[in-house]
Structure formats: structure tokens, C-alpha cells
């Protein structure tokens, strides 16, 4: 399976980082620069923690590192289309098409509702 869909998305990457989410992970989307891919010569690709030193690099958070974030009494599932998350206490469910970006979708929400509270960097 390729480490894209291991990992939470570039946009999900980047709320996080907005909203003060430690940037410590295995893995980063860092943006790089390549002349022969035009006309976009920058994209942004995943790269081992330590690769690079740039403004815009975004931890790529696994399944593994957002489950040890969520705070106990949530629970996500994937099947073969979709992923899932729910908490036991609330009454809503997120999906997603992996289950990091479920899982990194329910902790943006979680932060943005002020229902947990995120040490900052």
C-alpha cells in the first residue's frame, strides 16, 4: 500500500498545523522543487521525518500517530470503500475514503469545537 494512503492528506495536514497540532511525525509533506515538471514545477510529495528543512512542510500523520491523539472513547473502522469514525459519547459519525484522514477529520473537528484541547508547539 503506498504511503499516501497510510497518511492524512496534504489539506487535512495543513488545518492541523493551523490549529496548533504538534508537527512530530514519521513522515511530512514537503514541497519540492523540480524544473522539468511544467508548468507546476512545485508540488508537495511525502518524505521521511528529517529529509528537509522548509516553511512549507506538513506532518503527514499516520493511522497510528492520530489514534494516540484522539482521546479515548473513539473508534474507527475501514471497509472497502470508505472509512469511519464515531465517538461513544456524541452522536455523529465522520467518513472519509482512508481512515487517517477520518481520523484526522474527527481531531480538526474535535479542536475547532474546543472539545479537547491541543498542546502547541
Known amino acids: 500500500m503506498k504511503i499516501e494512503k497510510q497518511v492524512c492528506s496534504l489539506e487535512l495536514a495543513k488545518k492541523l498545523k493551523e490549529l496548533g ?5 514519521v ?26 528543512d522548509t516553511h512549507h512542510k506538513y506532518s503527514a500523520f499516520t493511522v497510528a500517530e492520530l489514534g494516540e491523539m484522539l482521546p ?21 459519525l465522520i ?15 474535535l479542536l475547532e469545537n474546543k472539545l479537547m484541547l491541543q498542546e502547541a508547539e
Open 21 to 25: 497540532v504538534k508537527q512530530e511525525s
Open 27 to 52: 513522515w511530512y509533506w514537503t514541497q519540492t522543487f523540480n524544473p522539468k515538471r511544467k508548468p507546476h514545477p512545485y508540488q508537495f510529495e511525502i518524505q521521511g521525518c528529517g529529509r528537509a
Open 72 to 92: 479515548q472513547g473513539y473508534s474507527s473502522w475501514n471497509n472497502e470503500h470508505t472509512s469511519s469514525c464515531e465517538s461513544n459519547d456524541e452522536d455523529f
Open 95 to 109: 467518513k472519509h475514503t482512508t481512515e487517517a484522514n477520518v481520523r484526522a477529520k474527527m481531531l480538526i473537528y
